[in-house]
């Protein structure tokens, strides 16, 4: 029992300390002080996870650690350069007259020379393109805004449904952490898969191969970037009225009605918990015409005897 209590005291203790809080006000301001702690106490570990993410998302991945791995693959290729200009030469050397054998040599030879240093320089093209991604990465991601990550709970009396849906959200971010580390590490060795692609690429039998290589390699890349538009774009929908407070929630004028056994509709004011609704919706509501009869017209406020109360004291 007395875990119990202490767990009750350890709970009460952030709502007894909040500084809003008086003797005259203790029944808003306990409630209140009591929702903001629950959300304090789910968004900490929330906000740290977040803060990984947004790292794995826009820092530059670090490909040094491959770096050496990088120096052997294309210690390794550079062994066939030989062989393929020797090849291309001889291509050339024998095709004769024939005009179609001649220009495909040249291209052969070509292809080699641009494949040579494209893979010599493989390391500083795939490091610049990382960085390219990082920086655009951040500039898409700091047009975020911050609160769009947190956990919010909107009503205190749906409490339930909304943690259910805080703990599908915490198993969200560890599964894009996951994600995320699997794909930094994919693109850490990446740095030593890059040359390979390109030489492949350039390898008429390999080209296939190569390609796909490419495209695993520029996928991961830009995975990041991709994210963070999709997030930044989610972002800004929900700041539209069809998510928010806006004007979609002012009500220009309502009316309620009702039917008896015989069909007959009578119109009738909006009960308590209706007009208590629409002013808690949107303040400009008090502004709103309730119909009461068919000559009588009336602005919610009336309706909420006392609703300025507390600005009068």
């Known amino acids: 029992m007395k875990y119990f209590i202490f767990l009750f005291l350890f709970l009460l203790m952030p709502i007894a ?38 790292s794995l998302l826009t820092e530059p991945v670090d490909a040094s650690v491959y770096d050496e791995i990088w120096a052997i693959v294309v210690y390794i290729l550079s062994m066939f350069y030989g062989l393929l200009l020797v090849y291309s030469g001889i291509t050339f050397m024998i ?11 040249k291209e052969s030879l070509k292809n080699i020379l641009i494949m040579i240093f494209l893979v010599q320089a493989s390391y500083f093209i795939y490091v610049l393109i990382l960085d390219i991604n990082s920086a655009l990465t951040t500039s898409v991601y700091n047009l975020i805004d911050s609160d769009f990550f947190i956990f919010s709970i909107d009503h205190f009396g749906d409490i339930a449904s909304q943690i259910m849906f805080g703990s599908s959200y915490l198993i969200v971010l560890l599964v894009t952490i996951i994600i995320l580390s699997i794909r930094y590490l994919i693109l850490s060795f990446g740095v030593a898969l890059f040359p390979i692609a390109i030489f492949f ?7 296939g191969m190569g390609k796909s290589l490419l495209y695993f390699l520029g996928i991961n890349i830009f995975m990041s970037f991709i994210a963070s538009i999709i997030l930044l774009f989610g972002s800004m929908l929900l700041e539209t009225s069809l998510f928010t407070d806006g004007k979609e ?19 009738i004011p909006p009960c308590g918990s209706c007009r208590q609704m629409m002013r808690e919706t949107d303040p400009k509501n008090l502004e709103t015409e309730v119909i009461l009869d068919k000559n009588k017209v009336i602005k919610l406020k009336e309706l909420l005897p006392y609703w300025d109360w507390w600005k009068k004291q």
């Not at 095709?95 to 040599?105: I, L, P, Q, T």
């Not at 690429?201 to 390999?206: G, M, Q, T």
């Open 95 to 105: 095709s004769g007259y024939d005009v179609a054998k001649r220009e495909s040599a």
């Open 249 to 267: 929630y002012v009500i220009k004028k309502i009316v309620a009605t009702w039917k008896d056994e015989k069909g007959s509709l009578f119109i």
């Open 17 to 54: 300390l909040a500084d809003s809080c008086s003797i005259t006000n203790l029944g808003n301001c306990l409630p209140e002080a009591f929702f903001n702690y629950i959300l304090d106490l789910i968004n900490t570990p929330l906000e740290w996870l977040l803060g990984f993410v947004q």
């Open 201 to 207: 690429y350039f390898i008429e039998p390999l080209k």
